[in-house]
């Protein structure tokens, strides 16, 4: 059974920084692009970030871009969020995707694109 399961959330001031992990189990992500992303309370699910297969180029949402830095280790096969002077506008649950595409060219911003959903972590910012 794949599984995905985040974890590092928790409840920070603003300002503070959390990292996030996304450990998946069951299948290799190593050629699969992963991503990043949250839900607020009457919100849409919006696209945090998003990672190439291999690393080498990274994607972000305008709300998070120099805040937030997307990473991963394929021989842990895991993904990490590295996330700072976090604001109360972040407070969110945040879910890791991947995706089943072998080596993507891109990695989609788009939630329908992916796969394989975590059950999220809770990440609250109080001002």
């Known amino acids: 059974q794949v599984q995905l399961v985040e974890s590092g959330g928790g409840l920070v001031q603003a300002g503070a920084s959390l990292r996030l992990s996304c450990a998946a189990s069951?299948?290799?992500?190593?050629?699969?692009?992963m991503g990043w992303f949250r839900q607020a309370p009457g919100k849409e699910r919006e696209f945090v970030a998003a990672i190439r297969w291999n690393g080498d180029i990274k994607y972000y949402g305008d709300s998070v871009k120099g805040r937030f830095t997307i990473s991963r280790d394929n021989a842990k096969n895991t993904v990490y969020l590295q996330m700072n002077s976090l604001e109360p506008e972040d407070t969110a649950v945040y879910y890791c995707?991947?995706?089943?595409?072998?080596?993507?060219?891109?990695?989609?911003?788009?939630?329908?694109?992916?796969?394989?959903w975590g059950q999220g972590t809770q990440v609250t910012v109080s001002s």
């Open positions: 069951g299948r290799t992500f190593r050629d699969n692009a």
């Open positions: 995707a991947a995706t089943s595409s072998y080596r993507d060219v891109v990695a989609s911003r788009i939630p329908s694109r992916y796969n394989y």
